[in-house]
C-alpha cells in the first residue's frame, strides 16, 4: 500500500512493502516486574519504549533464564478491527515454558488484557498490506544481579511490537534446507520444548554454515540416533505422503507450535489422514526418490507455511515432488492467512478480534 509514516519524531518513515522482519520498533513497551521478595509480579505499565538498564552481573546474561513467545496483530477487513490469531495457546505456551524455567507464570488473563491495551495504542503501527502484520514478543528475564546458579528472585516481563513482512526472503517461494547430523539442537530431558533463547544459541553454528551452502534453514535430527527427525530451526516440518501427512511426535524436544496444532486440524478437517509418529532421515530420503514423497513444508508464526523444494543430507541433494509449492501447502497458507486476517469465516474460533476494549 506504499510508504507510510511510523515515527516517534515526525520524519521516519517506512515502506510497508519492504518491512523484513525484526527490525522496526513502535513508540511503546509494557514492563512488569516479578518481586521475590513480595512473591507476585507487580503493577504492569505502558511507557516509551526504552533501553534496559542491567546490572553487568544480571542472572540471564549468565545463565539464560529467559522465556518468549511470538504471536501476531493483523489489520482486519473493518477499520477499527484488530486480529489476533490463538493468543491463548501462546499464552500457554508461555506459562509452560516459564515452568520449564523455574520463572513465576503470569496469570493468562492479566497477560491478554495488558497485551492487549499495548496493541489497542499502537493501532496506527498494524501494517495493511499484503503478508503483513504486527509481531508482539512477550519476553520475561532473570534480573537478580548475582553470580551463582540458581533461579532468580527477581524477574522483568514486557514486551515489544515490530511491523514486519515476510519472515524469510524468499516469502512464500519454496526455500531449500540442510539436514545436519554433525550438531544437535535439543535432547530428551533438556529444554528443547520450551521457547527460550539457548534453543535458539545452539541452532546459530548450523544455520550459519547452511546459509554458506545456500541453505534458508537446517533440519534438525534427534540427538540420540542422528536419524529420527525432530524440527527446522525456526519451524515444525511436516511431509506429505501420497496416502498420510506426517508430522514428527511432541516428545519433549522439539517446540509445541500453535500453527503446527492449527495446520493439523485443517488437514484433518479436510479428509488427510495426519500422523503424530517417529519418522526417520531414510523414510523422507526414500519417499523423495521413489516420489512417494508428495510435500514438505514447514509451519510457524513467522512464516506461517513455508515449502520446502530440496534439501541436502550427507552430501546429496534431493528434490521434493516437482521442486515447487504443494498443492496442499499453498492450500494450508492460503487458509489459515485468510482467518487470520478476517478475509474468510473462522470455524474454530481461533482468531480474537481485540479492535474494541
Same mark, same amino acid.
Given at each position: 500500500?506504499?510508504? @507510510?509514516?511510523?515515527?516517534?519524531?515526525?520524519?521516519?518513515?517506512?515502506?510497508?512493502? &519492504?518491512?523484513?522482519f =525484526?527490525?522496526?520498533f513502535?513508540?511503546?513497551?509494557?514492563?512488569?516486574?516479578?518481586s521475590g521478595?513480595e512473591?507476585?509480579?507487580?503493577? !504492569?505499565q505502558i511507557?516509551?519504549?526504552?533501553?534496559l538498564?542491567?546490572?553487568?552481573?544480571?542472572?540471564?546474561?549468565?545463565?539464560?533464564?529467559?522465556?518468549?513467545?511470538?504471536? &501476531?496483530?493483523?489489520? =482486519?477487513?473493518?477499520?477499527?478491527?484488530?486480529?489476533?490469531?490463538?493468543p491463548?495457546?501462546?499464552i500457554e505456551r508461555?506459562?509452560?515454558?516459564?515452568?520449564?524455567?523455574?520463572?513465576?507464570?503470569?496469570?493468562?488473563?492479566?497477560?491478554?488484557d495488558w497485551?492487549?491495551?499495548?496493541v489497542?495504542?499502537?493501532?496506527?503501527?498494524?501494517p495493511?498490506? !499484503?503478508?503483513?502484520?504486527?509481531?508482539?514478543?512477550?519476553?520475561?528475564?532473570?534480573?537478580?544481579?548475582?553470580?551463582?546458579?540458581?533461579?532468580?528472585s527477581?524477574?522483568?516481563f514486557y514486551?515489544?511490537l515490530?511491523?514486519v =513482512?515476510a519472515?524469510?526472503?524468499e516469502?512464500?517461494?519454496?526455500?531449500?534446507?540442510l539436514v *545436519?547430523d554433525?550438531?544437535?539442537?535439543?535432547?530428551?530431558?533438556?529444554?528443547?520444548?520450551?521457547?527460550?533463547?539457548?534453543?535458539y544459541?545452539?541452532s546459530?553454528?548450523?544455520?550459519e554454515?547452511?546459509?554458506?551452502?545456500?541453505? *534458508?534453514q537446517?533440519?534438525?535430527?534427534?540427538?540420540?540416533?542422528?536419524?529420527?527427525?525432530?524440527?527446522?530451526g525456526?519451524?515444525n516440518?511436516?511431509?506429505r505422503? &501420497?496416502d498420510? @501427512?506426517?508430522?514428527?511426535?511432541?516428545?519433549?524436544?522439539?517446540?509445541?507450535g500453535? *500453527?503446527?496444532?492449527?495446520?493439523i486440524?485443517?488437514?484433518?478437517d &479436510?479428509?488427510?489422514?495426519?500422523?503424530e509418529?517417529?519418522i526417520s532421515?531414510?523414510?523422507? @530420503?526414500?519417499?523423495?526418490?521413489?516420489?512417494?514423497?508428495?510435500?514438505?513444508f514447514?509451519?510457524?508464526t513467522?512464516?506461517?507455511?513455508?515449502?520446502?523444494s530440496?534439501?541436502?543430507?550427507?552430501?546429496r541433494d534431493?528434490?521434493?515432488?516437482?521442486?515447487k509449492?504443494g498443492?496442499?501447502?499453498?492450500?494450508?497458507?492460503?487458509?489459515?492467512t485468510?482467518?487470520q486476517q478476517?478475509?474468510?469465516p473462522?470455524?474454530?474460533g481461533?482468531?480474537?478480534?481485540i479492535?474494541?476494549e
Amino acid at each position: 500500500m506504499g510508504t @507510510v509514516p511510523r515515527n516517534r519524531s515526525g520524519s521516519e518513515v517506512y515502506d510497508e512493502d &519492504k518491512l523484513g522482519f =525484526g527490525r522496526i520498533f513502535t513508540d511503546n513497551m509494557l514492563t512488569m516486574p516479578y518481586s521475590g521478595k513480595e512473591g507476585k509480579w507487580l503493577q !504492569p505499565q505502558i511507557k516509551p519504549l526504552e533501553n534496559l538498564v542491567l546490572h553487568p552481573a544480571t542472572m540471564v546474561l549468565h545463565y539464560s533464564q529467559q522465556v518468549f513467545e511470538g504471536l &501476531k496483530a493483523f489489520a =482486519g477487513p473493518n477499520e477499527d478491527d484488530i486480529l489476533l490469531f490463538r493468543p491463548d495457546a501462546n499464552i500457554e505456551r508461555f506459562n509452560k515454558s516459564c515452568r520449564r524455567l523455574c520463572i513465576p507464570t503470569i496469570d493468562p488473563d492479566l497477560f491478554m488484557d495488558w497485551m492487549c491495551r499495548l496493541v489497542r495504542m499502537e493501532r496506527d503501527w498494524i501494517p495493511r498490506s !499484503p503478508g503483513t502484520s504486527l509481531y508482539i514478543r512477550p519476553t520475561v528475564i532473570a534480573t537478580d544481579p548475582f553470580l551463582g546458579v540458581r533461579p532468580s528472585s527477581d524477574y522483568l516481563f514486557y514486551i515489544i511490537l515490530s511491523p514486519v =513482512g515476510a519472515y524469510y526472503p524468499e516469502g512464500f517461494e519454496p526455500v531449500k534446507i540442510l539436514v *545436519t547430523d554433525t550438531y544437535v539442537r535439543a535432547c530428551p530431558g533438556g529444554i528443547g520444548e520450551a521457547k527460550t533463547g539457548a534453543n535458539y544459541a545452539a541452532s546459530l553454528r548450523a544455520a550459519e554454515e547452511a546459509h554458506a551452502s545456500g541453505f *534458508t534453514q537446517v533440519l534438525w535430527l534427534n540427538a540420540n540416533d542422528k536419524l529420527s527427525i525432530e524440527e527446522v530451526g525456526t519451524m515444525n516440518i511436516f511431509f506429505r505422503f &501420497k496416502d498420510e @501427512v506426517v508430522t514428527p511426535a511432541l516428545e519433549g524436544t522439539i517446540l509445541p507450535g500453535v *500453527t503446527r496444532q492449527s495446520v493439523i486440524r485443517v488437514c484433518r478437517d &479436510k479428509g488427510y489422514k495426519v500422523s503424530e509418529r517417529s519418522i526417520s532421515i531414510q523414510e523422507v @530420503v526414500e519417499g523423495a526418490q521413489s516420489g512417494n514423497l508428495l510435500e514438505m513444508f514447514g509451519s510457524g508464526t513467522a512464516a506461517v507455511i513455508s515449502p520446502v523444494s530440496d534439501f541436502r543430507y550427507k552430501g546429496r541433494d534431493f528434490t521434493v515432488g516437482n521442486g515447487k509449492t504443494g498443492d496442499l501447502a499453498g492450500a494450508l497458507f492460503e487458509e489459515i492467512t485468510a482467518m487470520q486476517q478476517g478475509a474468510k469465516p473462522d470455524p474454530y474460533g481461533w482468531v480474537v478480534n481485540i479492535g474494541r476494549e
